[in-house]
């Protein structure tokens, strides 16, 4: 039995701009969706079809995927548009293994190379939900890509399609406006891509926050020398023109409006009508993936999208970890730049031990925050002396620093190289949606060569060089660090 008890669960059924109905979770832990709705209807289907057909409900992989080719039988459209009309409105047709792109835009190699771009992107989306290739050879994505509304709604190719901003799927139909960069647009096409696939694969793309958290992610890309790689982390905003999530984050949680990983969850589809809803739902897939601890949970997860309780489900799986896995949410998002250096910056949360003599730790400057092993305790003060000196950089020359940093250059205020440390509580979360102690990290003390540190809350001592999170690669050396207990 776990601690803590959700409230909300939706779940979607369609594509970018979803038509989705909430639910409300019952005290079983299931949600509950008005009948006749389109959830209603596909999470009966599923329910039934599971009994059927022998599937458990805890799927193994080849059960998931079976159970969405007996949901996707009648649901997808593969009649392709009249040529003859289409000639006629100014429409021209490209088609690669996977995608049938109709277009008004003028012949071009960033437009034509659309549909080979596609096929490679569904490689990769096969790579990612563990599915073989073979299972989708003949799967066909019918969109359109729309310079003049007024020729495809006259060609009759709007026909199915809501109003929309930027981008719209369902089933195995796509839409998407043009866009005046070539990054943007084939952003769209492989976010948009993502929902069909799952549509096709696991008969429904799950709950709103998951549904976009996955086609942000694996939208985020970058396309060099004929490859594609989907998931990437965004050396800067040209890399990525008109995409703007990393801004979001971070103007929003200068603003105090950071979301937590649980209000992510809760995430209605309203929360879709702004750019904000796609940079949140981002940063949440893109952390659950990366990180090595919760990578596996969150990857299998997707055996169970036809399950009302999807996102409890997921949570659960997570829950031995939730305080940690927010602890490390809240350096993630307040240090969050173009070219973030994840792997450089996961910290580790081995609660601390009482210190009985002095420690001599060393702390690397190309390193985030760094566990002492120290637990320190709440109004008890500490002696902390750094020695050393190390490289904060080696271009356009070698900067280096001692542990009161340089004073040419500042980040987040405070000069770079700077030693910081901070006390993070180890007392865990009573409730998934409560404010974690990793508070603390947004707030740390400075130290330099020497301090006396008496902290406000009994934690783990850690320590940090401060720096840019996107500079860390070129940083060498290390400072010792020695933490003694005062009378």
Known sequence: MTRFKKSLLVLGVSGCLLTCVCGVLSQERRTVYPPGSAAHGLLGDAQRLRREHNISNSPTWEEALRLGELLRRNRFNHQTADQELLQTHGIRTLEGTNLVLYTDLKPSPEVDILPQIFDLAVVEYCKHFHVEPRAVASWKVIGSLIGDTAKFRQAGLLRDAPPFSNGYSIGNRLWLKDQKSDYYRRHLLIHEGVHAFMNYVFGTCGPPWYMEAMAEYLGTHRWQDGKLTLGIMPQSAEETPLWGRINLIRDDTARG????????????????????????????????????????????????????????????????????????WMDFTRQLAYGYDFPQTLIDFTQGRSLTEPVTLIVRPERGWQNSGILVEEGKPYEITAEGRFQLADQPKIWDSEADGVTVRYHDGRPLGLLLAAAVSDKKMSSPGETPPGTAFDTPFRIGRHTVLTPSVTGTLYFRINDFPNELQDNRGELKVIVRAMP
Do not use: C, K, M
């Not at 904000?276 to 299998?300: I, K, M, N, T, V």
């Not at 949570?315 to 602890?327: C, I, Y």
């Open 257 to 328: 409006n950071r979301e937590l990983p649980d209000s992510i969850f809760r995430f209605e589809p309203a929360v879709y009508e702004t750019p904000r809803g796609y940079a949140w739902s981002w940063a949440a897939g893109y952390y659950l993936d990366q990180h090595p601890r919760y990578q596996e949970r969150f990857r299998q997860i997707n055996r169970q999208l036809t399950f009302p309780d999807f996102t409890q489900r997921l949570w659960e799986s997570l829950e031995p970890d939730w305080t940690e896995l927010n602890n490390g």
